[in-house]
Structures are given as structure tokens and as C-alpha cells.
């Protein structure tokens, strides 16, 4: 019966979640025209030169066009000379057109910068006239040709990518950084996740800033915009270019800074994976102040229109974990519950064998032997009288299921709690660690409420099992 519950549980969410992706765009059913605020192009702001700034990891294993390891949008108003600067956290949770739903750094694997500067309009609300895009070969070439950064590195950073073959090594403290080491410093994330990396990130612009506007600099940059336009692809004219480096020059200068924010939202975390759920209305709000443009009545209910969409999202988002979640717990209910059966079957078939194997002795007698011609019976055995069991220990089976080779550790946790360990080996991964007794008997229970890690416990009663529980360990094993 609480199978069939949760079957029938799983049904609902899987039915709604559907309705929900039909109605809302999801590819697999085909992606809808419309924007999620309603908004047509010539109706978002578009005040200020608006240009799509991004940071590319290329990779060259397996055909991967890599991501836009780092984001942002620089607004420059001509007249006023003011420029400022929005970074869009990589996790940020976006409607792709064309993709659906997903992380808005794989805007640009899925449709490279041009998929991504559609995506970051209808985000942000604004019109994005122009893109410029760097590698990161092309970063450490931007850095080492402007002479290399000052900059306080502000603690020990040591972290190595496997996937990417990338070592970051950095000591705490000020250093003169040239490309390589550049490179380490912006792509280096902590506990802070993308919004601490966000904070280096626009820390070290700052620098480059101040850099480019210092006179040793400017001197130079008229050779060096044509280095630099050789390590960057764009279609933003050189004139404005050099424009916008003297706008910055003059605010450096005379207006204290350069004005930078981020993404306004909050970190979920999505069938195991990490967002960022941007706040719609205060991003508009922002997007209006940054634009020096007013707030229309049409523009803010778009807005709110898109954030009541991104939460309907979420919910559904949240009702398909739930339904996986079910769903996988069922399916290593049932493997628990095959693997212990099939355990029991394959010992009570061993016990059936060497019964036989006596009966039919017992049949046979007596074997005679011959000794020096003489014949002498040989002594029949005498069956020692049953003994009480003196187990004491409660012992367990460890089958590891964690995909991490948990599995070694568990044991050894499990011995120095004094119990009887037995190795079951692996098995296919499942996400929560199990308990499963083979008896109600209240001693052994007792016991296995001492597991010194978090678990679930099931009983599911085998009076011949060679054992007195299994402990399955998941991927939540800690």
C-alpha cells in the first residue's frame, strides 16, 4: 500500500511538472516566441551603448565549445561620458531561448555569443548593442601587454581543476600578477561561491582601470589597441574603444570610480546543483537606475510578470526533485529488498545441498578399511550436542553505494563501534544511506541505533539471514 501511494504521488508531480513544461516553453515540447515579460525589443532600455562582456573557458576535449566563465554588461553613455558595470553571476537561472531552463553560462555552449546577448537582454531588460569576447589565452595576453597588475591577494589560494588540467597557486599578500598568474586570481572560487569570485573579479578591473588611465599607459595606447584588438573578438568599432577608455580615464579621475553592481537574487540549490535565483523586480529597478532612464508602468509590470514566472518555475523545479526523489527511493527499496532474498535463497540452497550430502552418508554406514589384511569399521562420528550461541556482536554487512568508496571507512567506523563487520563490496550508487535489519529483535535494534553516521532504517525480516542487518551507504554518507 505505501508503494502504491507513492506511486500515485509520483504521477501527480510528473503530470503537473508536464503541464508546467508544455505551458511554459520547456525544448521538449518546443519553445515559445513570446518573452517572459512581454516585452518587445524596442520597448526595453536602451539609453546607454550596451555591450555583453564575456569570459570564455574554450576547451578542445571532445568538441566542447566551453562556457562563459565570467560575465558581465558595461553601459557607457557617450553624452555624459559615464560608464558603469553589471557582473551576471555564471549560475544565474535563465530561460535560454531555444533550451529552456539552465545556468546562462551554457548560453554560450549552446548558441555562443550571440545566443548569450539574447539571453542577457531579456534578463536584464535592455537592448545590448555590441559583445567582446576573450579566451583565456587572450586574457593573459591582455595583462602581460599593459605590463602586468598590482594587486593584494587577500589570502592563500591553492586549487586544481582536473577537468581543465588548471592549477591555481597564489600566496596571500601584495605581488605584481602577469597573465599567468592573473588568470589563477579572477578563476579562483572559495566558499563564497560566484558572488566571492564576483567581488575579485571587479577588484581586479578596478586595477586594470587605473592601470590603463595611468600616464605610462597612456602613452602607449595607441600601439597597444591594436595588440589588443588582435586578442579579442568583437564588433565594437576601435573609435569607440578609445571613446570609452577616456571616458573611464575622466571618471578615475574627476567622478571617484566607476560605478559596478551585480545581479541582485539569492543561491538555491536545484536537483543537486547550484543556483543563482536573480530578484526580477530589484534587477529592473537597477537596470532603470543604471540606464538613467524612468520606470514606466508597462516596463514595471513586465517585470513583475517575469518574476512571478521565474517563481512559478522554481516550484515546478522543486516538485520534479521531489519526484525523483520518490521515485529513486522506490527503486532502492526494491533492490534492497532483491538483494536480501536472493542472499537468503542462495544460503538456504547451500544448507538444502549439504543436507543431502549427509542424508545420503548416513545411508552409506560405516566406511570399511583394510589394514595388513585385517578388516576394521571405522568409529562412527559422534555429533557433539548443540550449543547456545555465544554471538554477541551484532553484525552487519557494509555493501558500499556511494561512488566515492565510502564504503572502507564506514567499516571502520562501524568496528571501532563494536560491530561484527562483514564486506558486502559495491553496488549501484543511491543517494541516501539504508539500514536494513533482518530481525525485530530488540537487542540488534538497540544496537543499530548507535550506526555512527546518518541513516535510514528499514526491517525486513530473514531469520535465516547469516547476518543481522545491511547497511547500504549512499552518497549522503558523512
Known sequence: MKKIILLVVAAIAAASYLAYAYMNGDPMFGTLAKTMDDLPRNERLGSKRNIVVLGVDGREKDDDPGRSDTLFVVMFDPKSKNVSLLSIPRDTRVRIPGHGWDKINHAYAFGGYKLTQQTTEELLGIQVNNYVMVDFSGFEGLIDAIGGIDIDVEKDMYYYDDWDDFLIDLSAGPQHLDGKKAIQYVRYRDEEGDIG??????????????????????????????????????????????????ALHGMMKEQGGLQMATVPGTPEYIDEISYWIPDITDLREQMVDMQGAQMTERYRQGAEKMEAEYKRNLIAAQEKEKQQAVEEKLKEEEQTEKKIKAENKEKADAEKKAKSKKSKADELGPVETKTEDKMTAAPKAVKPPAKESSRTAVSVKVVDCSGKGAGSDAAARLAAMGFEVIDGGSDPERAQTTVVSTTSNGRVVSKLSTVPFPYTLRILRADDAAYDAVIFIGKDYQ
Open 197 to 246: 569570485r564576483i567581488k575579485r573579479q571587479q577588484k581586479f578591473m578596478l586595477a586594470v582601470y587605473e592601470k590603463i588611465a595611468s600616464a605610462q599607459i597612456l602613452t602607449k595606447m595607441p600601439g597597444l589597441v591594436s595588440e589588443i584588438m588582435k586578442m579579442v573578438k568583437t564588433d565594437l568599432p576601435v573609435s569607440d574603444m578609445l571613446a570609452m577608455g577616456g
